[in-house]
């Protein structure tokens, strides 16, 4: 499975910004695929995943109610629209994919969002 994260950049306090996970490998119907990110010097931390085969989204609390992720299967793409974006938001945002409610066996190259205050 190959994955392809894009659509960060800078944005203010309160904006939006949607990312997207392009997947190629002929398994990647199979499992469920989420975003993490991570802030230098810290843990890496899971933020939403979606089921492939029933398309249930689960989420972090601390964006749930903002963040959306959702899928195009015909197109073996999903996105994380992301709203009332705040500074602490500021992250790399990884693209996964595999098995469990937060998928981790595979990972794309990060995406860098920036939120200003």
């Known amino acids: 499975v190959q994955l392809q994260a894009s659509g960060g950049g800078l944005v203010q306090a309160g904006g939006s910004l949607r990312l997207s996970c392009a997947a190629s490998g002929r398994t990647f119907s199979s499992y469920a695929v989420g975003w993490f990110r991570q802030v230098p010097g810290k843990e890496r931390e899971f933020i939403a995943a979606?089921?492939?085969?029933?398309?249930?989204?689960y989420y972090a609390d601390s964006v749930k109610a903002r963040f959306t992720i959702s899928g195009d299967n015909a197109k073996n793409t999903v996105y994380l629209q992301m709203n009332s974006l705040k500074p602490e938001d500021t992250a790399v945002y990884y693209c996964?994919?595999?098995?469990?409610?937060?998928?981790?066996?595979?990972w794309g190259q990060g995406t860098l969002v920036t939120v200003s205050s």
């Open positions: 979606i089921s492939r085969s029933d398309s249930i989204a």
């Open positions: 996964t994919a595999g098995t469990g409610i937060r998928p981790a066996d595979y």
